[in-house]
C-alpha cells in the first residue's frame, strides 16, 4: 500500500538554528499538508498546499514556517530559527482528494 | 471552522468488551475519518466514512454519521489490549484545497487484559 514516508524520525536541535523536515507524498496525490502535535495536545493544522502553493495556513503558520515543493515529489517543512515552543511531532499528509493518508511524523526537540 | 470533538475524553474496559467513542463537528463536511494513535507514535488511519454515507464497516470496527446532528460514533466490538490507544476524528471539508482537517483531544481507550 502506498506510504507518505517522513525524514527523519528524530531531530534535535539548537534553538535559533534552521530545520527542513522531509516529506514524501504519495505519487499520485494532489493536496499536501503539514499538521504538528505537541506531546500531549491534539493535532494542529499547520498549512494545506495545492497546485504548487499554500491554499490554507493556520495561525501558528507564521514568517519562521515555509513550505516548498521543490522536485515534484518531495514537500519540505521549513523552521527559520526554532524556538523551544517548537518542539513536536510533525505530520505530513497527502490526499487525492478526500481521505488524508499521513507519514509517521518528525519528532522535532529543540534544546 | 470545523472541529472534531471527541468524547469520552477517556475509556477503560476490560478485554473482550465493546468501546464506543463520539466525535461532534460543528460544519458541513465531505468525509470523516477515524484515526488511532499509539502513544508518542504516528496515526494511523482507521476508516472513512463519506458525508451520503450512515454506516460503515471494517473488521471490528463500526462507524456511524448521523448529519443532521453532527455526529459521528466509532465502534471497537470485542476489544484487545493491543487496542489501547487515542483515537482522533478528523472532517474534511467539501473541496480538499480549501484546506484542512481539524482534530479534537481525542479518546484515550485502555483496554485492561
Known amino acids: 500500500e502506498p506510504e507518505v514516508t517522513q525524514t527523519p524520525s528524530h531531530q534535535v536541535t539548537q534553538m535559533g538554528q534552521e530545520v527542513i523536515l522531509r516529506c514524501v507524498p504519495i505519487?499520485?496525490?494532489?493536496?499536501f499538508y503539514w499538521y504538528r502535535q505537541i506531546l500531549g495536545q491534539k493535532v494542529e493544522f499547520l498549512v494545506s498546499?495545492?497546485?504548487?502553493?499554500?491554499?490554507?495556513k493556520s495561525e501558528i503558520f507564521d514568517d519562521q514556517f515555509s513550505v516548498e515543493r521543490p522536485d515534484g515529489s518531495n514537500f519540505t517543512l521549513k523552521i527559520r530559527s526554532t524556538k523551544l515552543e517548537d518542539s513536536a511531532m510533525y505530520f505530513c499528509?497527502?490526499?487525492?482528494?478526500?481521505?488524508?493518508?499521513f507519514g509517521s511524523g518528525t519528532r522535532l526537540t529543540v534544546v | 471552522s470545523q472541529q472534531g470533538e471527541e468524547d469520552p475524553q477517556a475509556l477503560s474496559i476490560q478485554e473482550g468488551e465493546n468501546a464506543t467513542m463520539n466525535c461532534s463537528y460543528k460544519?458541513?463536511?465531505?468525509?470523516l475519518q477515524w484515526y488511532r494513535q499509539n502513544s508518542g507514535r504516528g496515526l494511523v488511519h482507521l476508516i472513512l466514512?463519506?458525508?451520503?454515507?450512515r454506516e460503515k464497516h471494517s473488521g471490528r470496527l463500526r462507524v456511524t454519521l448521523d448529519t443532521s446532528k453532527k455526529s459521528s460514533s466509532l465502534l471497537i466490538t470485542a476489544s484487545r489490549a493491543a487496542d489501547t490507544a487515542s483515537y482522533f476524528c478528523?472532517?474534511?471539508?467539501?473541496?480538499?484545497?480549501?484546506?484542512?482537517?481539524?482534530f479534537g483531544d481525542g479518546t484515550t481507550l485502555t483496554v485492561k487484559p
Open positions: 466514512i463519506r458525508s451520503n454515507e
Open positions: 505519487s499520485n496525490h494532489l493536496y
Open positions: 478528523a472532517t474534511a471539508p467539501f473541496r480538499p484545497n480549501a484546506g484542512k482537517s481539524t
Open positions: 499528509a497527502s490526499s487525492p482528494r478526500e481521505g488524508y493518508t
Open positions: 498546499f495545492y497546485n504548487n502553493e499554500i491554499s490554507e
Open positions: 460544519t458541513s463536511i465531505n468525509n
